[in-house]
């Protein structure tokens, strides 16, 4: 029997983590922030570019956590947030949220199945010019 792919895009709910070494556990947090998921990539690419700098924005109040989990079983595990017909880790689920961002291998990457994971670069293509200092920026553009 074959089961209908679920379709997380009309989620608004976004999570943003990286993976503590040497742990390899992913710390995230869900922003209280209303905003797009395209602005979201765009705020992480435009202040957010390093490990280091990605690691104090999810650790810092900046985001507006309203959910913060410090021990997802690596990309896996966090990526068990995400509804999917391949979940193995049930007890991640929050149904609400269908966008993750990840800083791995280097980048933010982005995914929205929980299963593939794609660098933001390829995914958001902002051909805007504009280049965002931070979270109120980005609130204020899409205010």
């Known amino acids: ?83 999917s017909n391949v979940n193995f880790y049930e007890e991640n689920l929050r149904l609400h949220v269908g966008h993750l961002f990840l800083f791995m291998k280097g980048a933010w990457q982005y995914s929205d199945n929980g299963i593939d994971w794609d660098p933001i670069s390829e995914v958001f293509i902002d051909g805007s010019g504009i280049t965002w200092s931070g979270v109120r920026d980005a609130v204020e553009a899409t205010a």
């Open 1 to 83: 029997m074959l089961r209908k792919k679920i379709d997380n895009s009309s989620k608004a709910g976004m999570m943003v983590g990286y993976i503590h070494h040497p742990s390899d556990r992913v710390v995230a947090v869900e922003s209280g922030w209303n905003m797009t998921h395209l602005v979201m990539a765009k705020l992480l690419k435009d202040t957010s570019g390093t490990r280091e700098a990605a690691m104090e924005l999810v650790d810092s109040a900046v985001l507006v956590p309203v959910f913060k989990k410090e021990d997802y079983e690596y990309v896996d595990g966090f990526g068990g947030v995400l509804e």
